[in-house]
Every structure is written in C-alpha cells, then in structure tokens.
C-alpha cells in the first residue's frame, strides 16, 4: 500500500473554523434516530473528535507552537501543505462552472518570497504540480484548466529566462502535464525586495503586498492556487514572523494551498 507522506494543515488566521462533518447526513442521526449508519455508534465516534474552536474560545496553538508542527513534519521527512480560504469553495455538488466559465487551477511553483532563489524544478515545486495534476485528475475537476504562472524579471536585460521558460516547457512535456504557462514579469514587485532573504531578515511589507496584489491580479478569478510554503525558519523566535509573512502574502485570495515538499 501506499505510505502516508503529507501533512495537511488549517491555515493560522482569524477565521473561526466550522466542522462541515456534522452538517454532512452520513455522520448525523435523524430526527428519529433512524436511517443506516453502518453498524457505527455516532457518540462513540464524535468522542474522539474535539470540537473545533468558538468565537469565544482561546486558541489550541500559539505560533511557535504551530510553525513547530510544519518544521518537525519537514524533518520527518513529510510533505506540507497549509490550506486558507477553502472554506470559500462551492460544494462539489453545485459542480464546476458552465461551460462559459470553466474553472482554473492556478501553480505558481517558484518561492515568491525569494525572488533570487527562483528554481522551477526543485521537489517543492515538482510536488505542487503533482498535487494539481492529482486535482485536476478528480472527477469534479476533470474540465477545469491547469495554469502554471512563471515569474520572470524581464527589464534586467538578461534574457536567461527565455531559456528558463523553455526548460520549463520541456520538463512539463516530460512529464506529460497539460497545462498553460503564463510569463508574469514581476520586476517592479521583486525591486522590493531587497537582497537574499537570510533566515532572520525581515521582508518588507511593502514587497509582501507586492506579491499579494500580483497574486489577485492574475489569479483572481482561479478556482484553487498552488503556492511554494517556503522553509520554517530555525529559530522558535521567528514564528510569528513567518506566520505574518504568509498571511499578507496569501490574505483575500481565496482557496489556497501552500506547499512544501521533501519527497515527490
């Protein structure tokens, strides 16, 4: 069998979260105690499932706490995915748009919070397109349309990332992904930026909502995106700042999903 190697994590926000399984009719006893529940004892079952945080309740995790899951899950060996705003995505059984309007997964598989470190084919990013192809391989996603968003600064006068672009091209060809891949010259976003982002550094948050409006500028519309989770930091101290640093960088998207991956 396959072995379990990825760990998917709420995002850590300000968004109450809702437990959708009591309102599903599989895991809810009638009115009358009736209907078939397949030899399960409902109570016995929601005991072992806490119930998720109220309005009024403090929070189970504080940041250190939560970065400190994502780095000993990295260490471990697994995959990591953080999701935000999924909350916001229709239920599969309203389906995918007419025909009008089909749905796009959106990748963009380079760490935006580093520009100087731009790679298209480490594991992260090859895990990213492996999870949408996975995605788009669902039934209710199966129409839906796999954009991939390659950032490039193209007033530096150098024109590597015409060759990155086909290198790129190449590599989807060998992996047989069907997808459509969009240049997005970002020079006046990564100017913000300044220099490599070495653990401690602190990134402006003028260059943090750079990215964001960047992101809603070209993938507003997208059903789903795929973003590079970039490396917690070492240091507990730092938590809260890399927590803050996803937050601006993924705020008002809608569903999202920050990857992190080890293994492929």
Known sequence: GMKPNT??????????????FLQDPVFCEGDR????NFG???????????????????RALQPEEYVSIIRDAIK???NVCLGRYFFQLPPESKGIRGNDNVDTIDVWPTN???????????VSSLFMLQMACVLNMASRWRRARLRIYVCVESES????????????????????????????????VARMFRGPNSEGQKVSEDFLCGVNALLKEHSSTAAVRFLYLPHPPSSSELSQQYVTQLDMLTRDLGPTLLIHGVTP
């Open 7 to 20: 760990l998917v994590l709420g995002f850590y926000d300000n968004c109450y979260p809702e437990d959708y």
């Open 33 to 36: 105690g009736e209907g078939d």
């Open 40 to 58: 399960v004892d409902l109570p016995s079952l929601q005991a072992h499932f806490q119930p998720v945080r109220h309005a009024e309740s403090p």
């Open 76 to 78: 471990m060996g697994k």
């Open 112 to 122: 935006l919070l580093s520009p100087g470190s731009a790679s298209y084919a480490d």
């Open 157 to 188: 006068g150098d024109q590597g990332w015409l060759a990155k672009e086909e290198q790129f091209r190449e590599l989807l060809g060998k992996l047989r992904i069907r997808a459509a891949i969009k240049i997005v010259p970002w020079d006046n």
